[in-house]
């Protein structure tokens, strides 16, 4: 998809709920774009990340002092760019954790896996708030731990098979 030829509307009659878009684009990758700009520059990246949220309807609307708008995503605002697998140690259990794209890095939780269509591997992030997918490199990288049990994928952790649905 081409960024520069996306337009919205500025006329309020023309938005949502009287909600004005961002002018900002999130594509598949997780990348995000302003006016067919990439927005590089990662401490304002951030800043709109840590004030997103979904409302009711499934719209990524960031809520900054006050004000609202939302943002047109083409599948999900957070991406998973890595997977990490850290062994239990003597003093703590074993971790799956996962890097986004606004370079946060959390644990997984494996009960949240799920494949949408395309095949494409998603998984809950921001404490179950958001919908997040993987990326092909950290799909990979998670595919390592992966085991087929009686036909069914599972990822084991901490004891317990999670199928991947």
């Excluded at 990979?140 to 991947?164: C, H, K, N, T």
Aim: proline share 5%.
């Amino acid at each position: 998809m081409d960024e520069d030829t996306k337009t919205v509307s500025m006329n309020p009659a023309d938005w949502p709920d009287n909600l004005p878009p961002c002018l900002i684009y999130v594509d598949k990758e997780g990348c995000m774009w302003h006016n067919g700009a990439a927005m590089i520059h990662e401490g304002i990246n951030r800043l709109l990340t840590d004030h997103v949220e979904l409302d009711e309807k499934h719209r990524y609307v960031i809520n900054f002092q006050g004000q609202r708008c939302f943002v047109e995503v083409e599948d999900t605002l957070f991406v998973i760019v890595r997977f990490d697998h850290k062994p239990a140690e003597k003093d703590s259990p074993e971790k799956h954790l996962i890097t986004l794209n606004d370079g946060s890095q959390e644990e997984l939780d494996p009960s949240t896996l799920t494949i949408g269509s395309e095949n494409v591997l998603y998984a809950h992030v921001k404490s179950g708030r958001f919908p997040a997918r993987f990326l092909r490199r950290a799909y990979y990288q998670m595919a390592e731990y992966v085991v087929e049990r009686g036909g069914s994928f599972v990822l084991p952790y901490r004891g317990v098979d999670y199928a991947i649905q």
